[in-house]
């Protein structure tokens, strides 16, 4: 011990050799973000819609849930999730051109006009018990892509009236009330969504965008304000901001508009939060002392908001000036969350049920598709340099 | 913030503890020509670390926002080190053991972590010159204090748990850079 070499040397050395070991596993592992291309993550993204379109059933829904392992599907279903897949193949439709999955989305149209409730002059779709605020949301936005690569006229009535709903459940706050029960015809006045807020906010964002003359971005801006000042602290959310994607597109969306600052305040933490949900999940390897340390590999539900939030974020950095600092980091980051999802998709030559799905634990859920689709689209388009989130009609 | 979380890290009253165990200290010169072999070995050393810094993280798949909080942990880890001397006490019998000391302190991870961090924000001419003026104030400041002699044991000790609190915020504010980066 009392050698200087030891003393001066090698204790140091050897304690630091310790320390940056651990930080080496704990703090700082490999971040695995292959180069993915936009055409690998197109053909990806028309894998999962095609388990989305080849596993719809007659009246319209989609498979919610499927475990490969008991090969069972568990007895639950989620309009709110639904209307968001039916959006996500209205999306590739339009940008992708596949035929199957606009059919399929007219059928998971079909599906929710088969399941509207209508009040005075709004209405939306129900589980038979209730008409929630995401709901309403994500049907808005289906029927708004619909519109977007059809030009049709169709339904802009039930688009309207959905909108009205939104405008009936939201706050003078910005905020929403959740739902409405249909049996007693009252408001949900307790309960609170995180996530309703953002998706409203698109929601109303493509209702002006459709119909410019009719004030809904009034509703619009407010929800913007609630989200970016006070959604957080209402939901009280640990680690602010929450990750939002709906939110992201919402204020891509409403780029054109002219944002305050505290929007694109508010975009900028929430590039930084997606930014370090995807390193995190880049670390990944579902094996050995990874497993230990970083834990499972989370769903594509999960990890494709992220993505979906990122490319979102590059088409507002794209148009206002005030992020223009962030475009390519964002852009990368995004890059790196749709080659872990095209890296982590079931291949070609399975069972229906599996080839283009994402699993975790033997489960896919709907959304898992849904998610991902949306993100490796626009990811693509990212790549491409394209900022334009409509389909070319 | 991490230019000054720098002159934390050099941390130039953890230099003077170990200068003040070198016992045979001849004269205001003796203190000069260790200190400029000193300065001159610790900045090539933190000019190799800023040169290849990038290419190092590179080759270890890090991005720079993780890498910032990498670095964090490590400065608040050396700060805490600092703050109870822990390595820092040594009784030395010869200058060339008091150069390899001062070294080894200088050219640890924090120092360097925070130059490479310093390189990534503004460059590696500007992590250069920031080296340039760490390195140089701790030397100096621990030639200084080694020249007041014995009776300010206290306030080096004082000086140096001071400098080292400050150093862990400059770790906290690495990670916050490092969870706020994209």
């Given at each position: 011990?009392?050698?200087p070499?030891?003393?001066i ?6 304690l630091?050799?310790?320390?940056l070991?651990v930080v080496?596993v704990?703090i700082?592992p ?5 180069d ?6 197109r053909?990806t993204?028309?894998?999962a ?6 596993n719809?059933r007659?009246d319209?829904s989609?498979?919610?849930?499927y475990d490969r ?17 039916t959006?996500?193949?209205?999306q ?5 051109g ?5 059919d399929?989305a007219e ?8 399941n509207?409730v209508?009040r005075d002059?709004w209405?939306g779709?129900?589980?038979?018990t209730n008409?929630?605020?995401g709901s309403?949301?994500?049907m808005?936005?289906?029927?708004a ?8 006229p169709l339904?802009?009535g039930?688009m309207?009236a959905l909108g009205?709903?939104m405008r009936?459940?939201q706050?003078e706050?910005?905020?929403?009330f959740t739902?409405w ?9 307790r ?6 807020p953002g998706?409203?906010?698109w929601?109303?964002a ?12 009034v509703?619009?801006?407010?929800t913007?304000d ?6 957080d ?5 640990e680690f ?5 994607h ?8 409403m780029?054109?508009?002219?944002l ?10 929430l590039?930084a939060?997606?930014?370090l949900?995807?390193r995190?999940e ?6 050995g002392?990874?497993l230990q340390?970083r834990?499972d590999s ?5 990890l494709g ?6 490319a ?10 005030r992020?223009?600092d962030?475009?390519?980091e964002i ?5 790196c969350?749709a ?25 896919t ?11 490796l ?13 409509e389909?070319?009609? | ?8 890290v ?5 230099v003077a ?6 016992r045979d200290?001849q004269a205001?010169?003796d ?8 300065a ?11 040169s290849?810094?990038e290419s ?13 909080i990498a670095a964090?942990?490590i400065v608040?880890?050396?700060a805490l ?12 019998a010869?200058r ?8 080894v302190?200088?050219l640890?991870?924090?120092?360097v972590?925070?130059a490479?961090?310093i390189?990534?924000?503004d ?15 701790a030397l100096?400041?621990a030639?200084?204090?080694?020249l007041?002699g014995?009776?300010y044991?206290?306030?080096?000790g004082?000086l140096?748990r ?6 862990v915020?400059?770790?906290v504010?690495l990670i ?7």
């Amino acid at each position: 011990m009392s050698h200087p070499v030891l003393r001066i040397i090698a204790l140091p050395v050897l304690l630091w050799a310790v320390v940056l070991g651990v930080v080496r596993v704990v703090i700082a592992p490999a971040e695995l973000c292959a180069d993915g291309t936009p055409d690998e993550f197109r053909d990806t993204a028309l894998d999962a819609a095609a388990w989305l379109y080849l596993n719809q059933r007659d009246d319209g829904s989609y498979v919610y849930e499927y475990d490969r392992a008991s090969d069972e599907f568990p007895d639950a279903y989620n309009v709110v999730r639904h209307a968001g897949v039916t959006m996500s193949l209205y999306q590739v439709a339009g940008r992708l051109g596949d035929e199957a999955s606009f059919d399929a989305a007219e059928r998971g149209t079909a599906w929710l006009l088969d399941n509207m409730v209508y009040r005075d002059n709004w209405g939306g779709p129900t589980n038979g018990t209730n008409v929630k605020v995401g709901s309403a949301a994500l049907m808005t936005i289906a029927l708004a892509e619909r519109r977007l690569l059809t030009g049709e006229p169709l339904h802009d009535g039930t688009m309207r009236a959905l909108g009205e709903f939104m405008r009936v459940q939201q706050k003078e706050n910005g905020g929403f009330f959740t739902k409405w029960f249909v049996a007693t015809e009252m408001m949900d006045l307790r309960s609170t969504s995180a996530y309703y807020p953002g998706e409203a906010l698109w929601a109303l964002a493509m209702l002006h965008e459709a119909f410019p003359d009719e004030g809904w971005d009034v509703d619009a801006w407010e929800t913007a304000d609630f989200v970016s000042l006070l959604r957080d602290d209402e939901e009280d959310v640990e680690f602010p901001p929450l990750n939002d994607h709906w939110a992201a597109y919402g204020f891509a969306e409403m780029a054109e508009w002219g944002l305050e600052d505290q929007h694109t305040d508010y975009a900028r933490r929430l590039a930084a939060r997606f930014s370090l949900f995807i390193r995190f999940e880049a670390q990944k390897t579902d094996e050995g002392m990874s497993l230990q340390v970083r834990g499972d590999s989370r769903r594509s539900s999960a990890l494709g908001t992220w993505v979906e939030g990122m490319a979102a974020l590059w088409r507002l950095s794209m148009s206002d000036e005030r992020l223009a600092d962030i475009s390519d980091e964002i852009l990368e980051q995004a890059r790196c969350g749709a080659e872990l999802l095209a890296d982590r998709q079931v291949g070609d030559n399975q069972p229906p049920l599996e080839s283009g799905a994402w699993f975790i634990h033997d489960v896919t859920r709907m959304d898992d598709q849904q998610h991902a689709i949306s993100g490796l689209i626009y990811t693509a388009d990212g790549l491409d340099g394209r900022g334009q989130r409509e389909p070319d009609r | 913030m991490t230019l000054i979380t720098l002159l934390l890290v050099l941390n130039l009253a953890a230099v003077a503890v170990i200068w003040r165990g070198y016992r045979d200290w001849q004269a205001r010169d003796d203190a000069l020509r260790v200190g400029t072999v000193v300065a001159g070995a610790a900045l090539a050393g933190l000019v190799a670390a800023i040169s290849v810094g990038e290419s190092v993280l590179d080759a270890l798949d890090i991005s720079d926002a993780t890498f910032r909080i990498a670095a964090g942990a490590i400065v608040v880890f050396g700060a805490l080190q600092a703050f109870l001397g822990i390595g820092l006490r040594h009784e030395l019998a010869s200058r060339a053991w008091l150069i390899v000391a001062s070294l080894v302190w200088l050219l640890a991870p924090p120092g360097v972590v925070v130059a490479v961090a310093i390189a990534l924000d503004d460059g590696v001419g500007t992590a250069v010159g920031v080296a340039l003026v760490a390195v140089a104030v701790a030397l100096t400041g621990a030639a200084w204090t080694v020249l007041m002699g014995e009776r300010y044991e206290l306030a080096v000790g004082l000086l140096r748990r001071t400098i080292a609190a400050g150093a862990v915020f400059g770790g906290v504010d690495l990670i916050r850079q490092g969870v706020l980066s994209i």
